[in-house]
């Protein structure tokens, strides 16, 4: 059993992101297995679900012209547009059949207002608006926090460097992770996670 100060983080193992899902990252349900054995050594257990409404900015559906994966300035900063996901009250955005929920203590929904997504299980990508996250594991006296789930290159890495930003303790472990690799994303923020202290293991 890892100390009790400590929370396990699992991000977004949602069947959108899984093979056969309208977002999926190659091997993303390969890592589930593990993923459920860690959730016993932890006293504190936290799931994240992208949840967007239909009408979510971020898709590229409801910017006319615009193709998946293209980029777009929004108010926030640059926006990947993506493929239509994890929508509220779909099966897409359901947690994927093999993941155990129940030792989770909190289920945090991130992306479900639709001019800003979300990318960080602690702060929408404004930076500035918060999932209530941080506040929740303050109260649980946690100080540290191990992140897995989808996408490492994406809202596992957005999730480490805010916690690391917060003054978390955050490590990551990569074989309980998959990327989606975006025009070399997965360079790009493992390099970001070293650089800001995340400690990084397989």
Request: with cysteine; hydrophobic share 40%.
């Amino acid at each position: 059993m890892r100390p009790a100060n400590e929370a396990l983080i699992v991000i977004d193992i949602q069947n959108d992101f899984c093979p056969g899902g309208a977002l999926a990252v190659a091997d993303g349900d390969k890592i589930i297995n593990r993923v459920n054995g860690l959730m016993d050594d932890f006293a504190t257990v936290v799931l994240t679900q992208d949840w967007h409404p239909a009408d979510h900015s971020s898709f590229a559906s409801n910017h006319p012209g615009k193709a998946p994966f293209e980029t777009l300035t929004m108010s926030y900063g640059p926006q990947t547009l993506w493929p239509d996901h994890c929508i509220q009250g779909t099966a897409g955005a359901e947690f994927h059949p093999d993941l155990r929920t129940e030792p989770a203590q909190l289920i945090i929904r991130k992306g479900f207002r639709a001019g800003i997504d979300s990318y960080s299980a602690f702060f929408e990508n404004d930076h500035s608006t918060t999932t209530g996250l941080n506040g929740y594991l303050s109260a649980r006296g946690v100080s540290a926090v191990t992140l897995v789930g989808l996408a490492t290159d994406y809202c596992v890495a957005y999730s480490a460097l805010d916690a690391a930003r917060l003054g978390l303790q955050a490590r990551v472990l990569l074989g309980a992770c998959r990327g989606i690799d975006l025009g070399g994303s997965m360079a790009r923020m493992m390099d970001e996670m070293r650089a800001a202290g995340v400690v990084l293991e397989e």
